[in-house]
């Protein structure tokens, strides 16, 4: 069974800085992708930055230029870097990652998320 635990949220103001991470335990056969989304309330998640295939790294239009996504050489941690933080940042940033069970099943895991606020 794998597990993805979130951490690095907090509160900051307007231009502040905070690093997420993103640990995983459990075993997976591969990854086809893993990545970070965030959803304000009464909002839909959406996709914040991820790492795909051959290891494409893609940005939202949001956060290019202020956001960094990341992993470690064992690919068990993910980590993202976010500078420059604005209010419209503010959310429940998640990180996921997609990729095949032992049994051949495509699957999508989530870990609980972290909150992230920016005070104006």
């Known amino acids: 069974q794998v597990q993805l635990v979130e951490s690095g949220g907090g509160l900051v103001q307007t231009g502040g800085s905070l690093r997420l991470s993103c640990a995983r335990s459990g075993s997976i056969l591969s990854i086809t992708s893993m990545g970070w989304y965030r959803q304000a309330p009464g909002k839909q998640r959406e996709l914040v930055a991820q790492?795909?295939?051959?290891?494409?790294?893609d940005y939202a239009s949001f956060v290019m230029g202020r956001f960094t996504i990341g992993r470690d050489n064992g690919q068990n941690t993910m980590y993202l870097q976010m500078n420059s933080l604005k209010p419209e940042d503010t959310g429940d940033y998640y990180c996921?990652?997609?990729?095949?069970?032992?049994?051949?099943?495509?699957?999508?895991?989530w870990g609980q998320g972290t909150q992230v606020t920016v005070s104006s």
């Open positions: 790492i795909g295939s051959f290891g494409r790294v």
């Open positions: 996921s990652i997609s990729g095949s069970d032992y049994s051949g099943q495509n699957q999508r895991y």
